[in-house]
């Protein structure tokens, strides 16, 4: 069986889903006043549920509903290391950055880089770096979008999926000027109560096949699987040697310490107008977010169950196609249809949140902070980032018709090798080691960017496609494992050389106001 | 700030609460000026960096959430690093089966879930009960510092 639905189905159901979005992100925006700040953090006026439920829709984005269960279906154990490491990375970013950010910062994360720091310097670098992640992130959905248009809509000449993704990419367009932050949270928080539930009912769906017993699935599972009980086993995917088994932890180290560095997943820190809510959004994530991960277990295995390991190796999307073809075999084409719009009204969410962030970095830190020294009319800001929005969208069709094929998860990983490598030290150091100073900063952000955008260059995701090739001489397809300590190598240095030491005022300011929260009304009101 | 000039008794639109009181009352005079947004200044955060309910605060903070992160990382680091000894098709410790044709290793990467949703159960309540009441006096005081 390689049928891929009913593509008249799945092209009207896209349809609404864009369509019914659409007058969401018109109707929320009517009466919104036309400011900086609604446009950046939609007046930074959700409640912690409601951004709690725009967290998850951002985290789950077109890997974790289609490459997740693909991974788990193809290779079993070792896929299961994306959900755990992606949810337990969640609990880091709340005990460690979601309220000291939402206390200090205002707009993007270079807000809090930059607190204590030169502000030039530093948001010049901060900046770079949110605009290199969200930008490899925003390749990897939009990748997405072609393959699962290829596999729903049965398009499969590479033109007609180059127009798919064009579509794609002016829809995101359009939502981000029309919506701003706040229309893009609606689409999120819609978008991610059809995914839960799309990603429950058909978790229930397999598990009420196998008497609800997660042992007879596992069994049933790997019945099918060609290499048999070894789905069930660590190391089927990354056995090979202990090269690939470093691969293995240096991914694992990416997975768990990228998303407190995702400038898109911290943006969303600042939707909520106190550290409080900002706290509980985060709790309501984990439950949610958690919750799903637990599904893709069992999506995972129930598509090499119940579809088949070659059926889905030869569908047009590979293990990608893994949770669709899942829903059509166990509803139909309809069902299908359903979840294949809910993944497509991800990926646009998604892709959206993304340029939102990317705009904002680009005209709040670099246009304001560094060409205008920080003296830009907000008016004058928001015109600036909704041309930002226009150009990424732009860019993001053109890089997308062009990483079309690539494999999703693997485009993600590296988007969460960066920020892990390029942000997260530099954020952690400014909150937690007093003597950081502007040069550790830059040094350490510049070095993780450079090294982990270098590192994946020469290895062997990108160099070659085997492990044997002397062309790609580093020899890891993740570069966390180095990358990250010479960040924060960098930063250390950069610290412990500068000539000047750490602005005494403003860390007691950062520390104070990231504790307490006294001023951060201050922030909201600017 | 806007005070009513207008004598008593004059007719105001919208009608001055004050209107009914009598003249010897009038006006009455303004409750509390507020600043809406209180501008605190740097030596006053330094002062307040440094004092004894701040470091309070502070120790109080970092002496749960740090240890509890370290202990997240290894516990995590247990199931990443178990997981890479194994050899693939070679009988190990993560792959044993322990419950049905449940690996020891899928058991310790779900108990993975259970336990982050603990550790967020403890960090909810030790931010609500212990840290956020000190918090909150310590940021009163600023403010008041701010107006005075």
Same mark, same amino acid.
């Given at each position: 069986?390689?049928?891929?639905?009913?593509?008249?189905?799945?092209?009207?159901?896209?349809?609404?889903?864009?369509?019914?979005?659409?007058?969401?992100?018109?109707?929320?925006?009517?009466?919104?006043?036309?400011?900086?700040?609604?446009?950046?953090?939609?007046?930074?006026?959700?409640?912690?549920?409601?951004?709690?439920?725009?967290?998850?829709?951002?985290?789950?984005?077109?890997?974790?509903?289609?490459?997740?269960?693909?991974?788990? $279906?193809?290779?079993?154990?070792?896929?299961?290391?994306?959900?755990?490491?992606?949810?337990?990375?969640?609990?880091?970013?709340? @005990?460690?950055?979601?309220?000291?950010?939402?206390?200090?910062?205002?707009?993007?994360?270079?807000?809090?880089?930059?607190?204590?720091? &030169? =502000?030039?310097?530093?948001?010049?670098?901060?900046?770079?770096?949110?605009?290199?992640?969200?930008?490899?992130?925003?390749?990897?959905?939009?990748?997405?979008?072609?393959?699962?248009?290829?596999?729903?809509?049965?398009?499969?000449? *590479?033109?007609? =999926?180059?127009?798919?993704?064009?579509?794609? +990419?002016?829809?995101?367009?359009?939502?981000?000027?029309?919506?701003?932050?706040?229309?893009?949270?609606?689409?999120?928080?819609?978008?991610?109560?059809?995914?839960?539930?799309? +990603?429950?009912?058909?978790?229930?769906?397999?598990?009420?096949? &196998?008497?609800?017993?997660?042992?007879?699935?596992?069994? &049933?599972?790997?019945?099918?699987? *060609?290499?048999?009980?070894?789905?069930?086993?660590?190391?089927?995917?990354?056995?090979?040697?202990?090269?690939?088994?470093?691969?293995?932890?240096?991914?694992?180290?990416?997975?768990?310490?990228?998303?407190?560095?995702?400038?898109?997943?911290?943006?969303?820190? @600042?939707?909520? *107008?106190?550290?409080?809510?900002?706290?509980?959004? /985060?709790?309501?994530?984990?439950?949610?977010?958690?919750?799903?991960?637990?599904?893709?277990?069992?999506?995972?295995?129930?598509?090499? #169950?119940?579809?088949?390991?070659?059926?889905?190796?030869?569908?047009?999307?590979?293990?990608?196609?893994?949770? *669709?073809?899942?829903?059509?075999?166990?509803?139909?084409?309809?069902?299908?249809?359903?979840?294949?719009?809910?993944?497509?009204?991800?990926?646009?969410?998604?892709?959206?949140?993304?340029?939102?962030?990317?705009?904002?970095?680009?005209?709040?830190?670099?246009?304001?902070?560094?060409?205008?020294? +920080?003296?830009?009319?907000?008016?004058?800001?928001?015109?600036?980032?909704?041309?930002?929005?226009?150009?990424?969208?732009?860019?993001?069709?053109?890089?997308?018709?062009?990483? &079309?094929? #690539?494999?999703?998860?693997?485009?993600?990983? !590296?988007?969460?090798?960066?920020?892990?490598?390029?942000?997260?030290?530099?954020?952690?150091?400014?909150?937690?080691?007093?003597?950081?100073?502007?040069?550790?900063?830059?040094?350490?952000?510049?070095? +993780?960017?450079?090294?982990?955008?270098?590192?994946?260059?020469?290895?062997?995701?990108?160099?070659?496609?085997?492990?044997?090739?002397?062309?790609?001489?580093?020899?890891?397809?993740?570069? $966390?494992?180095?990358?990250?300590?010479?960040?924060? !190598?960098?930063?250390?240095?950069?610290?412990?050389?500068?000539?000047?030491?750490?602005?005494?005022?403003? !860390?007691?300011?950062?520390?104070?106001?990231?504790?307490?929260?006294?001023?951060?009304?201050? /922030?909201?009101?600017? | 700030?806007?005070?009513?000039?207008?004598?008593?008794?004059?007719?105001?639109?919208?009608?001055?609460?004050?209107?009914?009181?009598?003249?010897?009352?009038?006006?009455?005079?303004?409750?509390?000026?507020?600043?809406?947004?209180?501008?605190?200044?740097?030596?006053?955060?330094?002062?307040?960096?440094?004092?004894?309910?701040?470091?309070?605060?502070?120790?109080?903070?970092?002496?749960?959430?740090?240890?509890?992160?370290?202990?997240?990382?290894?516990?995590?680091?247990?199931?990443?690093?178990?997981?890479?000894?194994?050899?693939?098709?070679?009988?190990?410790?993560?792959?044993?089966?322990?419950?049905?044709?449940?690996?020891?290793?899928?058991?310790?990467?779900?108990?993975?879930?259970?336990?982050?949703?603990?550790?967020?159960?403890?960090?909810?309540?030790?931010?609500?009960?212990?840290?956020?009441?000190?918090?909150?006096?310590?940021?009163?005081?600023?403010?008041?510092?701010?107006?005075?």
């Amino acid at each position: 069986m390689t049928g891929t639905g009913n593509p008249l189905i799945n092209i009207a159901i896209f349809g609404a889903f864009v369509l019914a979005t659409l007058v969401v992100v018109i109707r929320v925006t009517r009466n919104s006043e036309k400011r900086a700040g609604s446009f950046y953090t939609g007046g930074a006026a959700f409640s912690g549920r409601q951004n709690g439920l725009a967290i998850t829709g951002d985290y789950l984005s077109a890997a974790t509903f289609l490459g997740v269960p693909g991974a788990i $279906a193809i290779y079993g154990y070792d896929g299961l290391l994306y959900s755990v490491g992606f949810f337990v990375a969640l609990l880091l970013a709340l @005990y460690l950055v979601a309220e000291p950010l939402r206390n200090t910062g205002q707009y993007t994360m270079a807000d809090v880089l930059s607190f204590r720091m &030169n =502000q030039r310097p530093v948001r010049t670098a901060a900046a770079l770096s949110t605009l290199t992640v969200s930008f490899v992130y925003l390749l990897a959905q939009m990748a997405g979008a072609g393959g699962l248009v290829a596999l729903l809509l049965g398009v499969t000449d *590479p033109a007609g =999926q180059s127009l798919v993704i064009a579509i794609v +990419g002016v829809v995101m367009i359009v939502y981000v000027l029309i919506g701003g932050m706040k229309g893009t949270t609606w689409v999120q928080m819609i978008k991610a109560t059809l995914l839960f539930a799309g +990603g429950a009912v058909m978790a229930i769906w397999v598990m009420a096949k &196998n008497g609800f017993n997660l042992s007879t699935l596992l069994g &049933n599972a790997a019945a099918v699987h *060609p290499k048999g009980d070894a789905v069930l086993q660590p190391m089927l995917q990354y056995g090979a040697s202990p090269i690939t088994k470093l691969s293995f932890v240096s991914l694992a180290i990416a997975l768990i310490l990228g998303p407190s560095g995702l400038p898109h997943v911290l943006m969303r820190f @600042y939707t909520v *107008p106190t550290a409080k809510e900002a706290r509980r959004s /985060a709790v309501y994530a984990i439950a949610l977010v958690g919750t799903f991960f637990l599904f893709t277990l069992v999506l995972g295995y129930g598509a090499l #169950q119940l579809v088949g390991y070659d059926t889905i190796l030869k569908a047009p999307g590979k293990a990608n196609s893994a949770a *669709p073809l899942l829903a059509l075999n166990l509803g139909g084409e309809v069902f299908m249809g359903l979840i294949s719009g809910v993944a497509f009204a991800t990926i646009l969410a998604v892709v959206a949140g993304l340029t939102i962030t990317a705009s904002a970095s680009f005209a709040h830190d670099f246009y304001n902070a560094v060409l205008k020294h +920080g003296r830009s009319d907000p008016a004058q800001e928001v015109k600036v980032a909704r041309i930002t929005a226009v150009v990424i969208g732009v860019l993001a069709i053109v890089g997308g018709i062009a990483a &079309n094929g #690539q494999n999703i998860a693997f485009l993600v990983s !590296l988007a969460f090798a960066i920020a892990a490598s390029a942000n997260l030290p530099s954020i952690l150091m400014t909150l937690y080691w007093k003597k950081f100073t502007t040069r550790g900063s830059v040094w350490s952000i510049y070095t +993780g960017l450079a090294s982990s955008i270098l590192l994946i260059v020469f290895s062997p995701a990108i160099s070659s496609p085997t492990w044997t090739n002397p062309v790609a001489w580093f020899p890891l397809t993740s570069p $966390a494992i180095v990358s990250i300590p010479l960040a924060f !190598l960098a930063g250390w240095l950069g610290t412990v050389t500068s000539r000047e030491p750490a602005d005494a005022e403003l !860390l007691a300011e950062m520390e104070v106001r990231s504790m307490t929260g006294a001023g951060a009304a201050e /922030a909201v009101a600017h | 700030m806007t005070h009513p000039t207008t004598p008593p008794g004059a007719p105001t639109d919208p009608p001055d609460p004050e209107y009914h009181l009598p003249a010897h009352h009038w006006p009455l005079p303004e409750m509390t000026v507020l600043e809406t947004h209180p501008h605190p200044t740097g030596t006053l955060y330094q002062q307040v960096r440094a004092s004894a309910d701040f470091q309070k605060l502070r120790r109080a903070f970092r002496s749960f959430a740090f240890p509890t992160v370290v202990a997240v990382i290894v516990w995590y680091l247990f199931y990443v690093i178990g997981s890479v000894l194994a050899d693939p098709g070679q009988p190990s410790l993560m792959g044993t089966k322990v419950l049905g044709n449940l690996t020891l290793g899928m058991l310790i990467g779900l108990l993975q879930f259970p336990t982050t949703w603990l550790a967020t159960w403890f960090y909810v309540r030790r931010m609500n009960t212990t840290l956020d009441p000190l918090a909150k006096r310590i940021r009163e005081q600023i403010e008041a510092e701010a107006k005075a």
